[in-house]
C-alpha cells in the first residue's frame, strides 16, 4: 500500500488504518462520532496527501483545462477555484473536481486520489497537446483544517493574511515557515482551508498545526469522519454517488455544467433538454434502519427502482440519512420511498439541500 | 490482554460472549467485536419470550460504518433484554462485558455451552484470523 508522508504520525497517534484506493490511511483516531463533532464544534485536521495534483502550464492552458471541465474556467480570475466535474463524450463522470488558477497560464487540478492515473492519463490524451500536463501528486501533500476554529488556527502560524481569504479562493503563504498554496475549500460543510505543501515539509507542517490547534480542541481526523460530514453537507463521493455511469445533470451537479466547448457538451446538452430519467435525491429514514452503499430502494412491491449510493447516522443532524438515484418522478420533496435494509423495508422521505448547513 | 477477554467467559468465532450462570447465559460482543465495528449507533434485540436457536440470528448491530449480524451461542428462551441499549447504544462501546450486555438466555441444552471457546482459546483464535 502507498503511504502519504504523515504514515509514522497516524500510527503514533493510535490511528486504525485501512487501504483506502491502495492507500494506507488513517480511518480513525479517537472514534467516527467524537472526530465528527470536533469538526463541527472546534476543528479538526485531516491528512489528505493521497489527492492527487496535476498542474496546467503554457499560454494554452485556460482552453486545456475548458476542454477537461464542465464548469466554466472564463469565471475563474487568479486566485480563484471552482468545484467541477470532467466527463467523458456520453456526459458520464470521469472525477469531481476543483481547478485552481494560479494565473492565465497556470492551473491546478486536484483530483480524487482512486482516480489519479486514470485521470491524468484523460487529461494527457484530451489536452496535452495543449499546454504542459504534468502529474505532481507525489510532491505535494495535502492537509485540510476545517471546522469553526480553522480559520483562527492556520491564520494563527501564517505570514500572510489567510483569513482574508474568500471561500474558493486561494493563495501562496508560509504557514509555520513552510511554503505553501492555501485554499479557503473543504470537504465537510465547515469553513476552513486545504493547505498544499511540499511532501517532506508535511510532518513540520502537520506537527505545528496539532500543537497551535490543541488550544482550541483541534483534533485529527480520519476517513471515517471525514465521509459523515461530508454526507451531511451533501457533497458528493467520487465511487459512490458518482461515476462514470452517470452525468452531471442525474447527479444534481447541474450547477457545475456552464462551460463552453468542453468533452460531453453536446451529450449534456441533449440530456437537458430531453429531461434525466433519474436523479440522485438525498433522503432521511422515517424509520429504524440505516441505508448503506448498494442496498435497493424499492416500491410497494418490494421490486427495486433505485439504488442507494451512500447512507450512514447524520452524527450532527441526529438522524440517518443517505443519498440515492431514484426514477425522476420520485425525486421530489416529501416523497416516500421504500429502502430495503437487508431483507427489511424502512421508509425514507426525500428532502431537499444539505441535511446539515453551518451557521454563517 | 486477558482483560480485553474475561476468563469468567465463553466465546463464539462470531465474537459473541457467554456468561454462565446456573441455567442462565448472558449474552454480548467481545472487545474485537466492538473495535472491528467502531461507534455503535443502533442495536435490534429480540423480545423477552423469543426462543432462539444456536448459530441463528437473532438481531444486529449497526454502526457508523458497518452493519453486523448476532449469533446466538446457545439455543434459549430469551428472558431477559438489556432494553436501555435502545436508546444508548454507545453502552456496548463502553462496556461490552457489562453494561454493554445483550440478550439473558435461560439454556435448553447445557452441553451447547461445552463448545464454546474459552478466554485463551478465543484470544488464539483471535491471532489466527489476524495472520490470514
Redesign the interface.
Known sequence: MKQTPLYGRHQALGA?IIDFGGWAMP??YS????EHKTVRTAAGIFDVSHMGEVWFRGPRAAEAVQKLVTNDVAKLADGAAMYTCACRPTGGIVDDLIVYRQTGESFLIVVNASNVDKDYNWFVEQSGALCDVVNRSDEFALLAVQGPEAVAVVQSLADAPVAELKSFHWRSAGVAGVAAHVARTGYTGEDGFEIFCASGDAGKLWDALLEAGGKVGLKPIGL?ARD?LRLEARLSLYGNDIDEEHTPHEAGLSWVVKGKGFIGEEALAKQKAEGVTRKLVGFVMKE?G?A?HGYNIVDESSKPIGVVTSG??G?TVGVNIGLGYVPTALAQAGTRLQIDC?GKGAAAEVVNGPFYKRRS | MSNDYPNDLRYTKEHEWARVEGNRVTVGITKFAVESLGDITQVDLPKEGEDLKKDAVFGTVESVKAVSDLFAPVSGKVVKVNDPLGDSPEYINEDCYDEGWMVQLEVKDAKELDALMNAEQYQAYLKEQESH
Open positions: 486504525k480511518v480513525q472514534g467516527i462520532l467524537d471515517g459523515t429504524r440505516t448503506r450512514s447516522l452524527p437487508r
